[in-house]
């Protein structure tokens, strides 16, 4: 039988099951896009339609296998070295000689960074490289990159550190060079960076447990969710912030362009897509008793 299109009572009620599962909010438009990538699912499954698809992901057993599968299917994973210059040269140039200010304050080597929403790496690898070219004494630190994402096929991609050209075309070439080995099919990441970035699976409509990250990137996902979906987001992204850490969120930031979000916002805004949390709680030092 062809599969055509879902309808739009299918649409409504898949784009209900994305919603649950990850947060993202799937206007109508877009119902050609979902058709297109779950009928590759149907397809695999040899299922005899969408309908039955739906009957799958509504079935709590069969579901838990699909899910990865699934998930993988409904996102959106653009990315590349060196999204947004001007990010990364804050990153070098402002952020890194702070933290390290900072550590050194407070004796402590370790500098903890999270890709979150990290797509196949790239984001995570590009903080991996400046590290390894602009933190000074390199070997003295304890650095720690974690990168995560809801999506197991880009993670699993990830991990093998192999790229596109599409994804190093904005890569300078004296990194190029000294960070990755050409293979015929594939730009790879060298071992020592690889070693650098950890992988793991995390919805951010959850908490990440034990974090005490010095910076966190939340770029080009926000724009996926809805209001409600994004205030839980920001809430469980600033909890994971250490007291003076930095959020750095996309290209068009999205915190500012909405005036709920402004409203619900904890952390400082620090310039161009990037916030802070306070160093200390303003709450307690406001009830602190004085002398
Ligand atoms: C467009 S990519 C952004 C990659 C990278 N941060 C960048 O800016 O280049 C968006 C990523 O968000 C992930 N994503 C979407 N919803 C998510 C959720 N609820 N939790 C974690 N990751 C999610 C997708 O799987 C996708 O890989």
Redesign the pocket.
């Known amino acids: 039988m062809e599969l055509v299109k879902l309808t739009p009572l299918e649409f409504r009620k898949i784009a209900k099951v994305v919603y649950e599962k ?3 909010h799937l206007p109508e438009t877009k119902l050609t896009l979902l058709s297109n990538r779950l009928r590759k699912r149907v397809r695999a499954l040899k299922l005899e339609n969408f309908k039955a698809y739906y009957n799958l992901l509504k079935d709590s057993k069969r579901c838990e296998e699909e899910l990865p599968h699934f ?2 299917a409904v ?6 070295f060196f ?1 947004n210059e001007a990010l990364w040269k804050f990153f070098r140039e402002t952020w890194l000689p702070e933290v390290v200010a900072r550590k050194k304050k407070n004796r402590s080597v370790s500098i903890r960074v999270w ?6 790496g ?2 995570a690898f590009t903080a991996a490289i400046c590290l390894r070219e602009s933190l000074p004494d390199f070997s003295r630190w304890d650095v720690q990159i974690i990168a ?4 197991q096929d ?1 993670l699993d991609r990830a991990r093998l550190g192999r790229f596109t050209e599409y994804s190093v075309a904005r890569l300078p070439k004296k990194y190029m060079t000294k960070w990755f080995d050409r293979e015929e099919d594939a730009y790879v990441i060298k071992r020592e960076l690889c070693k650098m970035v950890s992988f793991r699976f ?4 959850d908490p990440f447990p034990n974090a005490n990250f010095d910076l966190v ?5 926000l724009m ?2 809805d209001t409600t ?1 994004k205030v839980r ?1 920001l809430t469980n992204v600033s909890n994971a912030l250490v007291p003076g850490g930095r959020l750095v969120v ?1 290209d068009v930031d999205p915190i500012r362009n909405c005036p709920t979000l402004s409203a619900a916002m904890t952390l400082e805004y620090r310039g161009p897509n990037v916030y802070q949390k306070p160093a200390f709680d303003r709450t307690l030092a406001a009830t602190a008793p004085k002398g």
Do not use: Q
């Open positions: 990850t947060g993202i998930l993988s996102t959106t994973n653009e990315t590349y999204r890709s979150a929403a990290s797509s196949s790239e984001e995560s994402d809801i999506s880009v995390h919805n951010l409509r990137f939340l770029r080009n996902v996926y969710f979906m987001v996309g």
